[in-house]
């Protein structure tokens, strides 16, 4: 049987090599300073080597629409899932009479546009209704993958808030729920030493992850030289 491979996997090859050419060199664990390119820097550019993101997110990032990004990564490396906030120009018109309709009309938050590890191209928008955070998950096909809402912990199912209690040191914030077709996930934010962490738990109690959000900054190229001749 076929495996299929995350498309994320390469863009987690491309990561590493941008961290491997700031490494000092350390003879005792192998690593080599960074190798000079014709252009005087030392940022590696093999163009047989260079990985992509999905063409989906790419686009986004060189939209004018384009505020941030975000990327989601496994304990192993592999990138799982990459999105990216716009503003509201950044979303196709489609999508907000479908938000009208799930969600109902608030105070808009925020638009994203993602890709999840199994290629799954979604547009995401999140609201304040009636003082209270929803959020919707739209594939391109036009079907809802799901609708986020907050949720009451002291309601939480047994199996739930048993898998809760067993993170270690973890004061959970609020909890959100999102449910779609055969979908049910609960995910609480909270601290863990201070530091923001989120969990995600399935409907059954099984404790799928649990992730630490770290500030970082992306940087995406408008323009390259072009290739010298040879």
């Known amino acids: 049987m076929m495996t299929r491979r995350s498309?994320?996997?390469?863009?987690?090859?491309?990561?590493?090599?941008?961290?491997?050419?700031?490494?000092?060199?350390?003879?005792?664990?192998g690593r080599q300073d960074p190798k000079p390119v014709p252009n005087g820097g030392s940022e590696p550019q093999n163009a047989a080597s260079a990985q992509k993101f999905p063409k989906f997110i790419m686009d986004a990032l060189h939209s004018p629409h384009a505020l941030r990004g975000k990327i989601f990564v496994a304990r192993d490396g592999t990138i799982e899932?990459?999105?990216?906030?716009?503003?509201?120009?950044?979303l196709p018109d489609w999508t907000h009479p479908i938000a009208d309709n799930k969600l109902g009309k608030g105070q808009e938050v925020a638009y994203e546009i993602e890709v999840y590890g199994d290629g799954t191209e979604v547009y995401e928008i999140a609201r304040l209704v009636e003082g209270k955070p929803k959020k919707i998950s739209i594939r391109r096909d036009q079907?809802?993958?799901?609708?986020?809402?907050?949720?009451?912990?002291?309601?939480?199912p047994a199996a739930v808030a048993a898998s809760l209690g067993k993170i270690e040191g973890f004061q959970v914030g609020e909890v959100r729920r999102r449910e779609g077709d055969k979908l049910t996930e609960y995910h609480a934010v909270g601290l863990i030493a201070g530091v923001p962490h989120r969990a995600m738990i399935r409907a059954d109690g099984t404790l799928q992850s649990v992730s630490r959000h770290l500030p970082a900054e992306m940087e995406v190229a408008v323009s390259t030289a072009e290739p010298a001749a040879k």
């Open 143 to 156: 079907q809802v993958r799901y609708v986020e809402t907050l949720f009451d912990k002291a309601s939480l």
């Open 7 to 29: 498309p994320f996997l390469f863009a987690a090859a491309a990561l590493s090599l941008c961290i491997a050419a700031f490494a000092p060199f350390d003879s005792a664990q």
């Open 81 to 90: 899932r990459v999105k990216v906030f716009v503003r509201r120009e950044g």
